[in-house]
């Protein structure tokens, strides 16, 4: 549970590093790929302990990274619906569910 949720922090960090910029596209390109590096600072800070505690708790590298893109996909869903504003159309839905499927497989014995 605890790589869980370092993940789902570090990734609210990521997703903002590397999309946020894109809000203001008059500010200088030098500058936006600073602040971005300054954001990610903190998603590694979060995302390397939980990979390690992840490996740690017997979760292997495989499942280790379909957590970490599950984790990925919502925060990013969230984010593009309520802060980029973008619309949310079904076929994202369905191409969602393909992706958990995965996961599904991925953890199944």
């Known amino acids: 549970m605890r790589t869980i949720a ?5 990734n609210i960090f990521m997703t903002f590093a590397w999309y ?3 809000k203001d596209r008059g500010m200088p390109l030098w500058k936006a790929i600073l602040i971005s590096w300054g954001i990610a600072f ?3 800070c979060l995302t390397v302990p939980a990979n390690r505690m992840g490996a740690g708790d017997g979760i292997n590298l495989f499942q280790l ?3 970490q893109e599950v984790i990925t996909l919502v925060i990013f869903c969230g984010f593009a619906v ?3 504003k973008e ?3 079904w076929r994202y839905l369905v191409s969602f569910c ?3 499927a995965a996961a599904y ?3 199944k014995k």
Do not use: A, G
């Open 6 to 10: 370092l993940l789902f922090f570090s």
């Open 20 to 22: 946020y910029h894109l």
């Open 42 to 44: 903190f998603e590694y």
């Open 65 to 67: 990274k379909m957590i």
């Open 82 to 84: 309520w802060v980029m």
């Open 87 to 89: 619309p949310f159309h």
């Open 98 to 100: 393909f992706l958990l």
């Open 105 to 107: 497989f991925m953890f």
